[in-house]
């Protein structure tokens, strides 16, 4: 496609059930992150993907986090047991060389998804 | 830790003003440095970014930053803002080392007639 799209754009859910977040990157991208977007808390970074690994998984916030990528392309963000913390914006980005160009190239952001938890 | 700071969460300035938007970062090396804006209802577009050489960047829509060294400091900044510019901004760090990267909370601008 012409851009990162994200799906869904809004999900709305009740604590405790699981939810994916799905990326679509920019075909040909090698590098994805995925932030999050809390009301007065700015982007958080979550995770890098350079091709399907993900060299750092630190900045998950916790183990009911998780994310793969698959074929090098599309992701998904996984949240286990959702709570009403995890609310928020999940913000994707895919840029073409990403880590191994020492960043030096633009990262396209998708529009997110707005995660609600009840 | 590494963090980046925004000490301003809103500002307002008046059409045709100069803005300067501050940003800091703590980290012992240099970093790759970043400004991204966010419009109303759309995605982070780059407006800048700094890896190297000289201090002062251009970006787009007329926006300009410059790199202290000795300041740890990247203020994004515009010498005559237009209505358009109103939108959030976001200061971004990628140490050179690693793999994250740290957006600042951003700082609201709004801009009157």
């Known amino acids: 496609g012409a851009g990162v799209s994200q799906s869904p754009s809004n999900k709305v859910t009740e604590k405790g059930k699981d939810v994916e977040l799905r990326c679509d990157p920019i075909s040909g991208h090698t590098a994805l992150y995925w932030y999050r977007q809390s009301l007065g808390q700015g982007l958080e970074f979550l995770i890098y993907f350079q091709g399907n690994s993900a060299p750092d998984k630190s900045g998950l916030p916790s183990d009911r986090f998780s994310a793969e990528r698959t074929g090098g392309s599309v992701s998904t963000l996984t949240i286990q047991r959702t709570q009403q913390e995890d609310s928020a914006v999940y913000l994707c980005?895919?840029?073409?060389?990403?880590?191994?160009?020492?960043?030096?190239?633009?990262?396209?952001f998708g529009p997110g998804t707005r995660l609600t938890v009840l | 830790a590494q963090s980046v700071t925004q000490p301003d969460i809103h500002i307002t300035v008046s059409e045709g003003a100069s803005l300067e938007l501050r940003c800091n970062y703590s980290?012992?090396?240099?970093?790759?440095l970043f400004w991204y804006v966010q419009s109303p209802g759309q995605g982070l577009q780059l407006l800048l970014k700094?890896?190297?050489?000289?201090?002062l960047v251009q970006g787009i829509k007329g926006f300009e930053a410059e790199f202290k060294r000795s300041q740890s400091s990247f203020n994004l900044r515009k010498p005559s803002v237009h209505w358009s510019d109103a939108a959030e901004y976001f200061c971004?760090?990628?140490?050179?080392?690693?793999?994250?990267?740290?957006f600042g909370t951003g700082t609201s601008l709004t801009v009157i007639p």
């Open positions: 971004a760090v990628a140490p050179n080392t690693g793999n994250q990267f740290y």
């Open positions: 980005a895919s840029s073409l060389a990403g880590r191994t160009s020492g960043y030096t190239d633009t990262q396209y």
């Open positions: 700094y890896f190297s050489g000289d201090t």
């Open positions: 980290y012992g090396a240099t970093p790759y």
